[in-house]
């Protein structure tokens, strides 16, 4: 298992910075925004592992149907 793919549903704001190659308050300003699939419990930021993978392959489809 790698720190990359983690075992559970939901990754945490730093899984998805890493992941993104962005800082923490990037993904968090971008979970404010729902620019990325998120929910907020309490004072900490989730983000669904399923939403997050159709999140980023309609971006990259998105992104390779304009090139």
Do not use: C
């Amino acid at each position: 298992m790698t720190p990359l793919s983690p075992p559970h549903d939901f990754l945490t704001v730093a899984e998805v910075a890493t992941l993104l190659r962005l800082s923490q308050y990037a993904v968090r300003d971008m979970a404010k925004r729902g620019e990325i699939p998120a929910n907020k419990i309490g004072h900490v930021w989730r983000i669904p592992r399923s939403e997050f993978d159709r999140y980023l392959e309609r971006s990259f489809n998105q992104k390779t149907a304009k090139e």
